[in-house]
């Protein structure tokens, strides 16, 4: 992983970002603050990767490796995004019901990327734990997967930072 797109990754997975912040909401029994997901994907011969996340005050990131300088690209989104902001909410509410199907590790233990092309690590963060756990896209899509609610809540998501940026007009113009 190229290092602009790890620090921005640690930075969502860091819930001390959000101690000093108002409207902080922990969900459910294990208190979730940030939930998302990691995919990997081969670009050439090299596998790169894409995260979403969001937390509870309704804020939303996409970042993904690029052949940029920085090797960074990415779009913020959430608030004024009233349909961003509905499916990132959806998907950290599942993944607040699902942290007993997922890995508990200390939080600041960090999220191991995915395993391979193909492969989506989903996460949930509190400020004691990290609950993750990986399964091939393909496994995520069938709708009789407990985690099926949480993946297409973040493709929607992933939608709706495509849309978002298409609608932005042009840097560099009025």
Do not use: C
């Not at 992983?1 to 001390?16: E, G, H, P, Q, S």
């Not at 300088?69 to 909410?89: D, F, P, R, T």
């Not at 989506?120 to 963060?125: D, G, H, I, N, P």
């Not at 009789?144 to 493709?155: E, R, T, V």
């Amino acid at each position: 992983m190229k290092t602009a797109y790890i620090n921005m990754r640690n930075f969502w997975l860091d819930v001390k970002n959000l101690e000093n912040r108002k409207g902080v909401i922990e969900i459910g029994a294990d208190k979730i603050s940030v939930a998302g997901v990691e995919m990997s994907f081969k670009d050439a011969a090299e596998t790169k990767h894409l995260f979403i996340a969001t937390n509870s005050l309704g804020d939303s990131s996409l970042y993904f490796e690029n052949n940029s300088k920085s090797g960074l690209g990415g779009m913020i989104g959430g608030h004024g995004h009233e349909a961003l902001q509905n499916a990132a909410a959806h998907m950290l509410a599942h993944a607040a019901r699902l942290t007993d199907k997922m890995t508990a590790v200390q939080a600041g233990s960090g999220l191991p990327a995915p395993s391979a092309a193909g492969m989506v690590r989903l996460f949930a963060v509190s400020k004691d734990k990290l609950f993750y756990t990986e399964e091939s896209e393909e496994n995520l899509r069938q709708p009789d997967n407990p985690f099926y609610p949480f993946f297409a809540y973040s493709q929607q998501t992933l939608g709706f930072f495509r849309a978002q940026e298409e609608q932005a007009p042009a840097k560099g113009h009025a």
